[in-house]
């Protein structure tokens, strides 16, 4: 299994990178949601996704420590064969991760999310990010 941590800052643009890769994977190429969870008033959810024979998990969530613990607890309901998730940059939500990761045998991939200060580099850099990590999900599936 791979798990998968995209970490920086606050209203750094984690979940737009992450909503761009959950949109690309729900492409007919790609597969189908399977199951969305979504929390009223943010724009932050949890998704399950079928591609090929995988199951990925995405979760935009992770700014805090008991939604990344939510995050761990869809991951562990659904076993999937990749997991992605938000982080902060430092600190608990990133432990957690790191601990989950450790419990299945494995290590995080940790990527950064790139930051801009122009609207038109932000967009750039989200759709930059959300390419690289589709590259860590096998087009044969």
Not at 17 to 31: A, C, N
Not at 93 to 110: F, M, P, Q, S
Request: with cysteine; hydrophobic share 30%; proline share 4%.
């Amino acid at each position: 299994m791979k798990v998968i941590g995209l970490y920086n800052v606050g209203n750094s643009g984690k979940t737009t990178t992450l909503d761009l890769v959950i949109d690309k994977l729900q492409e007919p190429e790609y597969g189908y949601k399977l199951v969305p969870e979504k929390k009223p008033n943010t724009k932050d959810k949890r998704v399950l996704l079928q591609y090929k024979k995988l199951k990925i998990c995405i979760t935009t969530f992770g700014d805090n420590r008991t939604e990344t613990e939510k995050n761990i607890k869809f991951f562990e309901d659904h076993q999937p064969d990749i997991a992605i998730s938000a982080a902060r940059t430092k600190g608990e939500t990133r432990d957690l991760l790191d601990k989950y990761a450790e419990l299945l045998g494995t290590e995080v991939i940790w990527l950064k999310k790139q930051r801009a200060e122009s609207e038109t580099e932000r967009t750039i850099l989200n759709k930059k990010d959300a390419d690289l990590i589709l590259t860590y999900i096998p087009k044969q599936g």
